[in-house]
């Protein structure tokens, strides 16, 4: 049995049904599917005589600039519908009345697609995106979709090296892309004929540049050197090294998870929280679980806001009050305060490598490998990769893993 599906039909018309105060009626996009019949505004106004002049077959001087406007307006509207695959009236709109570059211009869908990170308050994905575009825009400063080939993404990369940019910053500018051109694919903006380069086989395909970063953990000698030291009492070097263990001791997390970290994250013997960067882009994110030794209970007490026990953020790091914009600023300059202190530390200390904040977060994992824990585990006590891995992680560790687990992370 041969399915035949219904395609909807466009057409031009003059809507009569209300006369302007100019004494014309509005120029309308007529679409019909399904006995519906939905009509789009144009910006065009005209008499019906006049309507008949600019429709007939051979319009003069400006009624031939309408008919060329309008007939490009019913073309870009069958393309949409083309593109489609399975046809609504909302979506259609949606591509119908957006900025007309976003149709094949990939820097507006970069636009578009920040302001909805904005709106969702992932300020940090909409840096990320909004970094990748300026520096595409400074390669090529119009780029349409059909434009984004395999010898576009090389010319891209290797005008980047020349530039004196690492193979890891041309990975982090071009995934946004890759991500951009998956979702102009999934809204029908591009269509099924467009050769997706980064999903290409063979020879046709490109293949985003992995870094080659060494990431040195510390020493069980140096980590033991850090824990044992003693900082001024109240002193903004006591708060960078307190927070420093503490995301050593709490699986490495990093400092927006710490900074978010509420009372509500507290259950009994152990901290349960969703990855900020995850938690908004899945339903299915499952809570990372640790262990809460004396030496964390020790620094909440000493860190925790005034407010503690009636709610709120744990540390003062942000407000409840703050814009999504100001908590990122503050979790921002927050690093870079753990991260001076702890360099001077390090230093105090003899310790050679550099005590950042992510040098705990890579610290944490090798411990546990050189301890004999399996490298998966540790990837997803991490919350690498996807929401995924989370749940794997909790299938993996029971409660009583999680204690033994987080013993190995002082050094005897």
Not at 224 to 236: A, D, H, V
């Amino acid at each position: 049995m041969q399915i035949c599906y219904m395609r909807p039909h466009t057409r031009i018309v003059l809507d009569t049904r209300r006369k302007l105060k100019s004494g014309k009626y509005p120029v309308k996009l007529r679409l019909t599917f399904r006995r519906k019949q939905r009509y789009y505004s144009t910006d065009v106004e005209l008499s019906p005589a006049q309507f008949e002049e600019v429709m007939g077959k051979s319009p003069k001087k400006e009624k031939k600039d309408i008919r060329l406007s309008l007939d490009s307006l019913d073309q870009k509207a069958n393309e949409i519908i083309s593109r489609m695959g399975v046809f609504d009236f909302v979506r259609f709109e949606g591509l119908l009345y957006a900025d007309d570059l976003v149709y094949g211009d990939v820097y507006s869908f970069y636009t578009r697609h920040i302001e909805d990170l904005k709106k969702s308050d992932q300020i940090g994905t909409a840096s990320n995106y909004l970094s990748s575009m300026n520096s595409l825009k400074a390669f090529r400063p119009v780029l349409t979709f059909a434009e984004v080939s395999v010898d576009f993404l090389k010319d891209y990369e290797r005008w980047m090296i020349k530039k004196g940019k690492s193979q890891t910053t041309v990975g982090i500018y071009l995934r946004p892309l890759r991500a951009i051109i998956n979702l102009a694919i999934s809204e029908g903006v591009v269509g099924p004929d467009f050769l997706n380069p980064f999903s290409s086989k063979g020879k046709k395909k490109y293949k985003i540049p992995e870094g080659r970063n060494i990431k040195k953990a510390l020493d069980s000698d140096s980590i033991k050197k850090i824990l044992e030291y003693i900082p001024l009492s109240g002193s903004w070097e006591e708060k960078a090294h307190d927070y420093w263990v503490f995301i050593y001791l709490a699986n490495g997390m990093n400092m927006k998870d710490l900074a978010y970290l509420t009372v509500e994250n507290i259950d009994g013997e152990f901290i349960r929280f969703r990855r900020e960067k995850t938690k908004k882009t899945s339903t299915s994110t499952l809570p990372i679980t640790i262990y809460i030794q004396d030496r964390m209970r020790q620094i909440i007490k000493r860190q925790s806001n005034i407010d503690f026990e009636s709610g709120g953020y744990i540390f003062p790091i942000i407000n409840v009050s703050d814009t999504p914009e100001r908590k990122r600023a503050k979790i921002q300059q927050m690093t870079k305060v753990v991260n001076k202190h702890m360099r001077l530390i390090s230093q105090i200390l003899g310790i050679d490598n550099p005590c950042t904040t992510y040098t705990a977060r890579h610290t944490f994992s090798t411990v546990l490998k050189r301890s004999g824990v399996g490298i998966q585990s540790i990837s997803e006590a991490l919350g690498h990769s996807s929401t995924s891995t989370t749940k794997a992680y909790l299938d993996s560790f029971d409660d009583d893993s999680k204690r033994e687990m987080a013993k190995l992370l002082l050094p005897k």
